[in-house]
């Protein structure tokens, strides 16, 4: 069965810092998705990032980047110079192409405290 | 272009009463998911449904719960003699196909049982 983990429970860091979050993910399936999702305090959930299980670049968003790595199956995220409004907790989530649809297993999330 | 809508925002109920919550996916998506965060965990998948089926329901609990999702209108998460336990964010999500394409989240239904 697939599983996410989350080591983290909560990282605090002052701004500027860079915060790495880790993601390691287990799955049968030889095809199967990952996303990132930020939770801010408001409680929505915000869509980061999706990707395949084929493409293994790393990837950079502004001050967001993601490390695919499928030999230790992990899915790292570090926020580059945090700034306060990247606080939230942010969730891992794997979908395995095998499942029905479009289900989502999410890790239990790392909560991410930048203070001025 | 509104996004996937939840509604109520917040609900409390008394121990014992009904709770129903209602999603209205994105318009042009047909797939519906169905998600539970207790308090300080992450999200948990509940059921998956298409127009008038129910596809996977493996996360639903066995007694009390159950969903559906109409040919017209919202789909509804219904649960029945609701007790503390209940309490959480639910969360529907939707996406325009089956396919393992990003699924877009609703902000969340807060159920407060009292």
């Known amino acids: 069965a697939q599983k996410v983990t989350q080591a983290q429970t909560e990282i605090s860091v002052v701004e500027k810092e860079d915060v790495t979050l880790d993601c390691v993910y287990e799955?049968?399936?030889?095809?199967?998705?990952l996303f990132w999702y930020k939770q801010p305090p408001s409680g929505e959930l915000v869509f980061l990032i999706r990707?395949?299980?084929?493409?293994?670049q790393n990837e950079i968003s502004g001050r967001y980047s993601w490390n695919f790595q499928k030999s230790t199956s992990s899915f790292n995220f570090t926020i580059t110079a945090s700034q306060v409004v990247d606080s939230a907790v942010y969730f891992c989530?794997?979908?395995?192409?095998?499942?029905?649809?479009?289900?989502?297993?999410f890790g239990g999330g790392t909560r991410v405290l930048v203070k001025p | 272009n509104a996004g996937v809508m939840q509604n109520p925002r917040h609900l409390v109920r008394r121990r014992g009463q009904e709770a129903r919550l209602r999603c209205s996916p994105m318009?042009?998506?047909?797939?519906v998911y169905w998600y539970r965060q207790l308090p300080e965990e992450g999200l948990k998948f509940m059921v998956y449904?298409?127009?008038?089926?129910?596809?996977?329901e493996s996360g639903m609990p066995k007694e009390r719960f159950s969903a559906e999702f109409p040919k017209e209108g919202p789909s509804i998460l219904r649960i029945q003699q609701v007790v503390r336990g209940d309490s959480a964010a639910y969360f529907c999500?939707?996406?325009?196909?089956?396919?393992?394409?990003?699924?877009?989240f609703g902000q969340g239904t807060r159920l407060t049982v009292v």
């Open positions: 999500a939707s996406s325009p196909t089956e396919l393992n394409t990003e699924a877009f």
């Open positions: 799955t049968r399936d030889t095809t199967y998705y």
């Open positions: 990707r395949n299980s084929f493409d293994e």
């Open positions: 989530a794997l979908s395995e192409a095998q499942a029905a649809g479009n289900k989502l297993t």
């Open positions: 318009k042009g998506h047909s797939h």
């Open positions: 449904l298409q127009k008038e089926n129910i596809i996977d």
